[in-house]
């Protein structure tokens, strides 16, 4: 299919899954009023925050069903706007680890939540607590709604219980990778580069490739053995994906990552960048300026030089490569259909596009 078909295709599998979303949340609002405008404006900024996003998770689920013959648009749509949910969760809960009140170049929901109080004139404490409060309920919401979700998708018993049962790996492998991310940011050493891919693979790539392309095949009726190899594959692109945004994150733009490029490296954050780094000659020249909350503009220009130079950069683009090379290689097995094959086929190459 031509570039101008596939965008076609993409853009209507977005609207029916913003359709359902929109469905959802206005269904909710409506619930909401006897209990309270502020009941109302929080579901108004939770909706907020699931606008504006790539709707990447759902291009998983619609890739697998449709390519694998499914045509109920209708039930893969709701599939599609449940692991939406998820992921609004997933950030919103993540943000709040990271006390990080900005999103997408815009104030998430606990920046909404914070400026308004420091408005109202709470103390900054006090307006970063609410905030944070919100955003936690407000992740609470969508987690259990990304559920309720797979119910309303109209399925039949059985594939609603794999549906559910996917769903629950998702989040069950995130929260895994969540806390090994959480204890890595206090430890002072920086991990090795494979327990940083460990914690990357359960932290995103379960919940974001994995499940939701095995979710697409399921719900197509497809054999187990094309849902282990979905599942492979969405390891695999996941992994690589994940290094790509951990180097976006040093050496994008804030117009591409919607978050500023000094961030990671103030908060410290362990990537295979910085894991790279830290074994070979020179780290210890410039360990004190990285998780420098106070780390300035030329300070992490520094920082980024060294990881040019010492070979971090190349070293990781290169294990980005690696790792979508493997999940193309899983497309290759005969008993992937050629259909599957042309719908992911492109998913590993914009990976391997954003590598620069």
Same mark, same amino acid.
């Given at each position: 299919?031509?570039?101008?078909?596939?965008?076609?295709?993409?853009?209507?599998?977005?609207?029916?899954?913003?359709?359902?979303?929109?469905? /959802?949340?206005? =269904?909710?609002?409506?619930?909401?009023?006897?209990?309270?405008?502020?009941?109302?404006?929080?579901?108004?900024?939770?909706?907020?925050?699931?606008?504006?996003?790539?709707? /990447?998770?759902?291009?998983?689920?619609?890739?697998?069903?449709? #390519? =694998?013959?499914?045509? @109920?648009?209708?039930?893969?749509a709701y599939v599609?706007?449940?692991?939406?949910?998820?992921?609004?969760? +997933?950030? +919103?809960?993540?943000? $709040?680890?990271?006390?990080?009140?900005?999103?997408?170049?815009?104030?998430?929901?606990?920046?909404?939540? *914070?400026?308004?109080?420091?408005?109202?004139?709470?103390?900054?404490?006090?307006?970063?607590?609410?905030?944070?409060?919100?955003?936690?309920?407000?992740?609470?919401?969508? +987690?259990?709604?990304?559920?309720?979700?797979?119910?309303?998708?109209? $399925?039949? @018993?059985? %594939?609603?219980?794999?549906?559910?049962?996917? &769903?629950?790996?998702?989040?069950?492998?995130?929260?895994?990778?969540?806390?090994?991310?959480?204890?890595?940011?206090?430890?002072?050493?920086?991990?090795?580069?494979?327990?940083?891919?460990?914690?990357?693979?359960?932290?995103? #790539?379960?919940?974001? /490739?994995?499940?939701?392309?095995?979710?697409?095949?399921?719900l197509a009726g497809?054999?187990?053995?094309?849902?282990?190899?979905?599942?492979?594959?969405?390891?695999?692109?996941?992994?690589?994906?994940?290094?790509?945004?951990?180097?976006?994150?040093?050496?994008?733009?804030?117009?591409?990552?919607?978050? %500023?490029?000094?961030? @990671?490296? *103030?908060?410290?954050?362990?990537? $295979?960048?910085?894991?790279?780094?830290?074994?070979?000659?020179?780290?210890?020249?410039?360990?004190?300026?990285?998780?420098?909350?106070?780390?300035? @503009?030329?300070?992490?220009?520094? +920082?980024?030089?060294?990881? $040019?130079?010492?070979?971090?950069?190349? /070293?990781?683009?290169?294990?980005?490569?690696?790792?979508?090379?493997?999940? &193309?290689?899983?497309?290759?097995?005969?008993?992937?259909? #050629?259909?599957?094959?042309?719908?992911?086929?492109?998913?590993?190459?914009?990976?391997?596009?954003?590598?620069?």
């Amino acid at each position: 299919m031509e570039a101008a078909g596939l965008r076609g295709v993409a853009e209507e599998r977005q609207s029916q899954v913003d359709a359902v979303l929109a469905r /959802f949340f206005s =269904l909710a609002k409506k619930r909401a009023e006897p209990l309270g405008r502020e009941y109302v404006e929080l579901w108004n900024e939770l909706e907020a925050n699931t606008v504006g996003g790539k709707r /990447f998770r759902p291009r998983m689920v619609f890739a697998a069903y449709q #390519a =694998l013959g499914g045509e @109920d648009a209708a039930a893969a749509a709701y599939v599609g706007a449940a692991f939406e949910l998820l992921h609004t969760a +997933l950030i +919103l809960h993540d943000d $709040v680890i990271d006390h990080d009140f900005v999103r997408r170049g815009a104030p998430n929901i606990s920046g909404s939540y *914070r400026d308004r109080a420091r408005a109202a004139g709470a103390s900054e404490a006090d307006a970063e607590h609410r905030g944070m409060s919100a955003a936690v309920i407000a992740g609470d919401l969508a +987690l259990f709604n990304a559920y309720r979700l797979i119910d309303r998708s109209g $399925v039949d @018993d059985a %594939t609603r219980e794999r549906l559910l049962e996917v &769903m629950d790996d998702a989040l069950f492998a995130s929260a895994a990778g969540e806390l090994i991310d959480v204890d890595f940011s206090w430890m002072p050493a920086v991990p090795p580069v494979d327990d940083i891919l460990a914690m990357e693979r359960l932290k995103t #790539a379960v919940y974001s /490739f994995e499940c939701p392309l095995q979710a697409g095949a399921i719900l197509a009726g497809a054999s187990e053995q094309t849902v282990e190899t979905l599942g492979d594959f969405g390891r695999e692109i996941g992994i690589a994906y994940q290094i790509v945004d951990d180097l976006l994150g040093v050496f994008g733009t804030e117009a591409d990552t919607g978050k %500023t490029t000094i961030g @990671d490296l *103030r908060e410290g954050k362990r990537t $295979v960048l910085i894991a790279y780094a830290s074994s070979v000659e020179g780290w210890s020249e410039h360990a004190g300026r990285f998780g420098n909350p106070a780390l300035c @503009d030329e300070d992490a220009e520094l +920082l980024r030089a060294h990881l $040019v130079d010492c070979g971090a950069k190349a /070293f990781a683009e290169g294990l980005a490569r690696y790792y979508a090379n493997r999940a &193309m290689a899983r497309l290759r097995e005969p008993h992937v259909a #050629a259909t599957l094959r042309a719908e992911l086929h492109p998913v590993a190459q914009d990976v391997l596009g954003r590598v620069k």
